[in-house]
């Protein structure tokens, strides 16, 4: 039974120098067109079982879009899956693009979530990033958000960009200490291949903070939002108590979950499909009313299991022990063990890529 929904919306104002999402600046798609072959796709799925908990808007900047086309859309929806029992519908929204107003339009419709992409608190940072806010917009926005009623505010923020030490993140944690939100993702700026940062990294020209300074800025961030009471429950996540994300649980519990729009993926029945990465193609393949999907593999059993290893080890929840009866040598010191599972400690979360690398030459050998 799939149980999140998740819609892409590739719209975006600008294009940020690290982001790998597929997002367009001059989309070749109205708002409201793209809208209407989302529906259209979903209808091309009649197939499918839908046990619904959870929707999700993420993009893309789906903040871009006026909260008035979400009525429209969420309506259109309910005419083909059933929403009575979806619990948690979040949106991603830029500090920039919402005001009070636009908030309090979106909790009418029964958005209970806000995931605003604050990215730095300083100043400094966020030119860096190359974003086009400023701090005091982001605080507005977390501000007209609980206004109209949010309590589920969480905050994306990013760690280890050029010129970030561990004074400014600090700094950062400070601020972040009063803006009373209920969730906080902070990810690792990773320089992706096909990105400026990417671009400028390979050649030498990007200066990040050593992997000592990124071990220490993780700790920092992980004591810091425990001791504010959050609770670290995957690798980059931090709720307080009641307020972990319901959508992203689907992810790392290896639950069913669907999703339209460009480049989105999904996880049905053992299947993992993704859709095209190319905004021209998936207009065109919708509306010939083919799916327009670009990648599809089954998940044997092996696979299945890595699969679940994979997302589930980024959690506190942890695997089972029995998928993972002995650990590879070397990799005993990164985990801890509670109730027949197998967890990683902190160590561990900073080297997850290279443990999992081990953990799949052992399934697969
Ligand atoms: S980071 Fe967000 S706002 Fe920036 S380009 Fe990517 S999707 Fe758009």
């Known amino acids: ?6 819609f892409h919306v590739p719209f975006c104002s600008y294009k940020c120098p690290y982001c790998d999402f597929v997002s367009v600046v001059d989309a070749p798609v109205g708002h409201e067109e793209y809208f209407s072959l989302l529906l259209k796709e979903l209808s091309l799925y009649q197939d499918l079982n839908f046990y619904l908990k959870t929707l999700y808007f993420g993009g893309g900047t789906p903040s871009s879009v ?7 859309f969420l309506g259109g929806l309910s005419t083909l899956v059933d929403l009575s029992r979806v619990e948690e519908v979040t949106i991603e929204c830029n500090p920039e693009s919402y005001g009070l107003e636009d908030f309090r339009i979106l909790r009418s419709l029964g958005f209970n979530r806000v995931s605003i992409g604050v990215q730095s608190l300083r100043e400094e940072g966020l030119k860096t990033l190359g974003r086009k806010h400023s701090v005091r917009d982001a605080i507005m926005s977390i501000k007209n958000a609980q206004k109209a009623g949010f309590e589920n505010i969480n905050i994306d923020l990013i760690y ?29 700026l990773t320089p992706y291949e096909d990105t400026q940062f990417g671009q400028l990294y390979q050649r030498g020209l990007l200066s990040l903070p050593d992997q000592d300074t990124l071990a220490d800025m993780y700790q920092l961030i992980c004591e810091s939002l425990e001791s504010m009471g959050f609770l670290h429950y995957e690798i980059s996540n931090f709720a307080l108590p009641g307020f972990e994300c319901k959508h992203n649980l689907i992810y790392w519990t290896h639950e069913e979950f669907f999703g339209l729009g460009v480049s989105a993926w999904s996880f049905v029945q053992n299947e993992r499909f993704g859709n095209t ?26 696979e299945k299991i890595y699969d679940y290893i994979f997302v589930a080890l980024r959690t ?3 695997v089972d022990k029995n998928l993972i009866p002995q650990l590879p040598e070397g990799l005993e010191e990164f985990f801890t063990e509670e109730k027949g599972k197998l967890k990683l400690n902190k160590r561990g979360m900073l080297l997850i890529n290279e443990i999992l690398l081990k953990l799949r030459q052992e399934i697969f050998t």
Do not use: A
């Not at 006026?66 to 429209?72: A, G, H, I, R, T």
């Open 1 to 6: 039974m799939v149980k999140g929904l998740y």
């Open 66 to 72: 006026s909260p008035v086309l979400y009525e429209k």
């Open 160 to 188: 280890g960009y050029p010129g970030q030490g561990l004074e400014e993140l600090r700094e950062e944690i400070e601020i972040l200490s009063c803006l009373g939100v209920s969730h906080v993702s902070f990810y690792l």
């Open 277 to 302: 990465r190319n905004i021209k193609l998936y207009i065109h393949k919708v509306k010939q009313e083919q799916k327009p999907i670009e990648y599809w593999e089954k998940l044997k059993d092996k």
């Open 316 to 318: 506190s929840l942890g």
